[in-house]
C-alpha cells in the first residue's frame, strides 16, 4: 500500500522556521506520482491547500503563504518539502501530505494523505 510519512513538525516561535518532508513509500514501479503537496487544517476550520507541486514543477501557494513557504520535490526520492521561514501564529494547523497516485496500467488516479503532523507556532 502506498503510505504518505510526514516528518519535521513541532513547535516554533513566531518568525521562526520548519522543515516538513513527506516520503511517498511503496509506489513500486507501477504507480507515477503526479502531484505532491500539503495541505493544513486548523481546529474548527476546513482543510486548505497549502502548496503544491507537480512532477513538472509548476507550483501553486496559498495566498497567506506567499513568500514564507518554499515547496520542493525530489521525484527520485519520492520526496517533497515545505520550507516555512516566518511562521505566524495563524500557521498553527496539521499539515497533511498529500499526493495524487497514476496508476501506469490499467489507467487510474488515486489520491492519499499522510497522517498529519502538528505545526504550532507561538507568539
Given at each position: 500500500q ?7 513538525g ?9 522543515r ?6 511503496g ?5 507515477e506520482?503526479n502531484t ?10 476546513q482543510?486548505?491547500?497549502v502548496a503544491a507541486?507537480?512532477s513538472g514543477?509548476?507550483?501553486d ?6 513568500d514564507?513557504?518554499t ?9 517533497v ?9 495563524g ?5 497533511f ?5 497514476r ?17 504550532t507556532?507561538s507568539?
Amino acid at each position: 500500500q502506498v503510505q504518505l510519512v510526514e516528518s519535521g513538525g513541532g513547535l516554533a516561535q513566531a518568525g521562526g522556521s520548519l522543515r516538513l518532508s513527506c516520503a511517498a513509500t511503496g509506489t513500486g514501479s507501477i504507480l507515477e506520482i503526479n502531484t505532491m503537496g500539503w495541505y493544513r487544517q486548523a481546529p474548527g476550520k476546513q482543510r486548505e491547500l497549502v502548496a503544491a507541486i507537480t512532477s513538472g514543477g509548476t507550483i501553486d501557494y496559498t495566498d497567506s503563504v506567499k513568500d514564507r513557504f518554499t515547496i520542493s520535490r525530489d521525484n527520485a526520492k519520492n520526496t517533497v518539502h515545505l520550507q516555512m521561514n516566518s511562521l505566524k501564529p495563524g500557521d498553527t494547523a496539521v499539515y497533511f501530505c498529500y499526493a495524487k497516485l497514476r496508476l501506469l496500467w490499467p489507467a487510474n488516479e488515486f489520491d492519499a494523505w499522510g497522517q498529519g503532523t502538528q505545526v504550532t507556532v507561538s507568539s
